[in-house]
């Protein structure tokens, strides 16, 4: 069984901690990008996880009428505007509460938010982040630093080389070993979240 | 050297990662308490059912259908009696306002505690934990916004 699948089972500790892991960050750049303040945030990830807690019982999921993270993106749009209505009415209600920061104005800007697009772009970095963590621990700190120097800050295999005490040539071979499990940690991430074989 | 020289990996997208503001880890064991309070209550807690307060106390756990304005206490007169202890007889009030589900402190002895901070009043959000002496109470919502109070 799949972690999705394993998610209908309130009681799964270990799935729902991987499903923690893995969508936190995810939901919580989508929301920061939304214009969610750090208290709505949390108040979005909250109510996320708690309507899943209640409907993944019943979830019966079927590739054939779309992804998982398209039907998570639709709970969070709905959550993200549950919490900037609330705290439009916060104010309101509660005028004299304190940690009530001022909100009334910054309203998300929606002329220009393509949501799904911008939920994939997060979804495609929250996968790589994940997969570069995975990978992280499984090679030695040189070999990764070597990989992170000559990809993520474009040095030239030169001076990671100089840099790290190595030959030139490893840095190549670090670099493609790293690349070549960064592939396969994003295939099994991918394989863990979007499929149900 | 040059340092701006492109990375020859372009299969691999590698974008600048953003500091982000992540919950705190106190965020996560809120979740899983209330996880484990609803993993044997999946019959109870199917959606649809309205706003309700799932109530663990000593006695066990209850989903208790919110109504438009409902007191919690030790007093047998409050729409939502509970004997335990350090519980005044008129602990707070749970009110369905413009929309929104408010509970209000009413000058309990010891207070109420939302997701582990005191406070007097506060707009209650789905998973929201209310802690009023050993007896936790969970605010929940049907999926779908924050649902109309049941009929008196």
């Known amino acids: 069984m799949t972690l999705l699948g394993r998610l209908q089972d309130t009681a799964d500790q270990d799935a729902w901690d991987r499903f923690y892991a893995f969508y936190t960050p995810l939901i919580t750049g989508y929301c920061q990008d939304r214009g969610c303040n750090h208290e709505q ?32 993106l639709r ?33 998300e800007d929606t002329a220009n938010v393509h949501p799904a697009l911008e939920w994939k772009a997060h979804w495609k970095q929250n996968l790589m982040r994940q997969a570069l963590e995975r990978v992280r621990v499984k090679v030695h700190p ?45 295939r099994h991430l991918k394989h863990e979240w979007e499929d149900v074989k | 050297m040059n340092k701006t020289r492109p990375s020859r990996m372009d299969h691999i997208r590698l974008e600048q990662t953003v500091a982000m503001h992540m919950p705190p880890p106190h965020f996560k064991e809120r979740l899983s308490l209330i996880r484990s309070l609803l993993a044997d209550m999946k019959d109870k807690a199917a959606p649809g059912d309205g706003p309700c307060l799932l109530v663990k106390d000593l006695s066990g756990k209850r989903l208790v259908r919110l109504r438009e304005f409902m007191v919690v206490g030790a007093d047998k007169t409050c729409e939502l009696p509970l004997t335990c202890p350090y519980i005044s007889r008129r602990h ?45 109470l969970v605010f929940l919502t049907p999926s779908k916004q924050s649902g109309q109070p049941a009929g008196e």
């Open chain 1, 41 to 72: 945030t949390m108040e979005v990830i909250q109510d996320t996880f708690v309507c899943l807690m209640r409907t993944m019982v019943d979830f019966l999921y079927d590739p054939g009428r779309g992804q998982f993270r398209t039907f998570l």
């Open chain 1, 75 to 107: 709970v969070v749009n709905s959550r993200i505007c549950d919490s900037f209505r609330r705290w439009r009415k916060m104010q309101t209600l509660l005028p004299s509460s304190n940690g009530c920061p001022d909100i009334v104005g910054q309203v």
């Open chain 1, 142 to 186: 040189k070999t990764f630093r070597s990989f992170e120097l000559s990809t993520m800050e474009n040095w030239s295999p030169g001076q990671v080389a100089e840099a790290l005490g190595i030959e030139a040539n490893s840095v190549y071979q670090h670099r493609n070993r790293v690349a070549r499990l960064v592939k396969n940690e994003i």
């Open chain 2, 92 to 136: 707070l009030r749970i009110f369905f306002k413009d929309g929104e589900w408010i509970v209000l402190d009413e000058h309990s002895t010891n207070g109420i505690y939302i997701n582990g901070r005191k406070a007097h009043c506060a707009l209650l959000n789905n998973g929201d934990i209310i802690q009023i002496g050993t007896v936790t």
